[in-house]
């Protein structure tokens, strides 16, 4: 973890209360599937840096949320 990658995962949750998620729980697990896997496409793409920066996450976040609505991941739902 990087400085403000734990500010990123509470606005990304925050964000998903605001849109509508209802169970605060939900969204946090959802918030945090989002927040690992925008880490790990910003590591796909560059695989030789030593890690990434918090203004570098919401992008990532971003390509992370357009693949679930497009259908091309999905986080488990067995998590309660």
Same mark, same amino acid.
């Given at each position: 973890? +990087? *400085?403000?990658?734990? @500010?990123? =995962?509470?606005?990304?949750?925050?964000? =998903? =209360?605001? $849109?509508? #998620?209802? @169970?605060?729980? @939900? %969204?946090?697990? &959802?918030? #945090?599937? /989002?927040? *690992?896997?925008?880490?790990? &496409?910003?590591? +796909? =793409?560059?695989?030789?840096? %030593?890690?990434?920066? *918090?203004?570098? /996450?919401?992008? +990532?976040? $971003?390509?992370? &949320? @357009? $693949? /679930? #609505?497009?259908?091309?991941? %999905?986080?488990?739902?067995?998590? $309660?």
């Amino acid at each position: 973890a +990087s *400085a403000g990658t734990g @500010d990123v =995962l509470a606005g990304i949750i925050g964000g =998903l =209360l605001a $849109r509508g #998620v209802a @169970d605060p729980f @939900d %969204a946090a697990a &959802l918030g #945090v599937w /989002l927040h *690992a896997q925008g880490g790990a &496409l910003w590591q +796909s =793409l560059h695989p030789a840096a %030593a890690g990434l920066s *918090a203004a570098e /996450l919401p992008h +990532s976040v $971003r390509q992370a &949320l @357009d $693949r /679930l #609505v497009a259908g091309a991941a %999905a986080p488990a739902t067995a998590y $309660r």
